[in-house]
């Protein structure tokens, strides 16, 4: 029988062990547990940062290895422990579940023999620190990106003094084609509507993505997402404007205002007027931009910003902003990314 690969066993452990559904071929586990363990320990949390897979499998199959169970559960604990703080997926019943039912039967341990299990576990699956990046101060991150310099910028409604560093910000939303590549990598899931045919045209932004898909991909290639004050100061320039050209709207520089259910996210680039002041691109309108900020009224929310396609013009003013559950995935949700600059 060949070895299963990486792609193959996370499809089997999220159907039969997330969606509690039937896989379509059934794998030797503990063949699929050996290649997870060889594979995160020899990958970076930001090239895969998936690690409840192992996780979640060291924990159903602890009950099979009655000599090696206490490791194993031990081994759980700490692998779901750093996935949810790494992620800050508090509420995610596959992981809550698990982890409260290993803690569980660790409790029951002696309490020096629990400390030394949990010990172990944690200096075998740590997470590996994060290489320094190459290139010279004020080079660009990756192609790509554009920099917006460190100073202050007028905020919201009331055009607030506000101050940021230095940082560089994707020239556009990331597109279907680099996912693709994302998931071909890591063996992640596809976007909520690709399984339908739908909204996958390669250039087109991403949509169907939850928050938590956009910070593993973030994570994945070596950003993370912007703060709200950091996708504002991009789309609205030092001087606050209303939307990235200036404070007038027009038909021409963005795509807004369709019918819902039309399906009408163009590709990126598809209005060249609509750039700001820094030369970062599809600020407003087309997708929403996820942005790794709590709503500070609905404090359970993470803040979008820049209207979509399908939304009126009001929706599209960069001193307003909304705010949705990270787990939501929508057809007008996308997101792009940032990386310091110094």
């Known amino acids: 029988m060949p070895e299963p690969d990486l792609k193959a066993i996370k499809e089997y452990i999220f159907t039969k062990y997330v969606d509690f559904g039937n896989p379509p071929e059934e794998l030797d586990e503990d063949r699929a547990m050996k290649v997870l363990e060889e594979h995160f320990r020899s990958t970076p949390v930001a090239a895969d940062g998936e690690t409840y897979f192992l996780g979640i499998l060291l924990f159903e199959n602890a009950e099979n290895h009655p000599e090696r169970r206490k490791q194993m559960m031990a081994a759980a604990k700490v692998i779901l422990e750093s996935y949810r703080q790494r992620t800050n997926e508090m509420d995610w019943d596959a992981i809550e579940d698990r982890l409260g039912d290993a803690e569980t039967f660790l409790a029951k341990l002696p ?70 590549a994302f998931c071909q990598a890591t063996g992640y899931r596809h976007p909520k509507f690709w399984a339908e045919g739908r909204l996958r045209g390669p250039r087109s932004p991403v949509v169907g993505v ?122 007008n949700i996308g997101f792009r990314c940032v990386k310091p600059a110094e």
Not at 126 to 145: D, F, L, Q, R
Not at 259 to 275: K, L
């Open 111 to 180: 309490e020096k023999e629990r400390a030394a299990l949990v010990e172990k576990a944690a200096r075998e699956w740590s997470p590996a620190p994060a290489a320094e990046e190459p290139g010279k101060e004020g080079a660009p991150a990756t192609p790509g990106m554009v920099l917006v310099p460190a100073g202050p910028f007028l905020s919201g409604p009331t055009k607030a003094l506000r101050e940021t560093g230095a940082y560089w910000i994707d020239s556009y939303p990331v597109t279907n084609e680099e996912f693709a």
């Open 210 to 331: 939850s928050w938590f898909d956009a910070y593993k991909y973030a994570a994945w290639a070596g950003k993370s997402l912007p703060t709200f004050e950091q996708w504002e100061k991009a789309a609205r320039g030092r001087a606050g404007r209303i939307f990235p050209w200036g404070e007038q709207i027009d038909h021409n520089k963005a795509v807004y205002g369709q019918p819902d259910g039309s399906d009408g996210v163009a590709e990126v680039g598809h209005c060249p007027e609509n750039v700001s002041e820094y030369g970062a691109r599809d600020m407003v309108g087309n997708v929403w931009h996820w942005t790794d900020t709590w709503d500070r009224q609905e404090q359970e929310m993470k803040v979008i910003c820049g209207g979509s396609w399908c939304d009126p013009v009001e929706f599209l003013r960069l001193d307003q902003h909304l705010a949705t559950h990270p787990k939501d995935k929508f057809d």
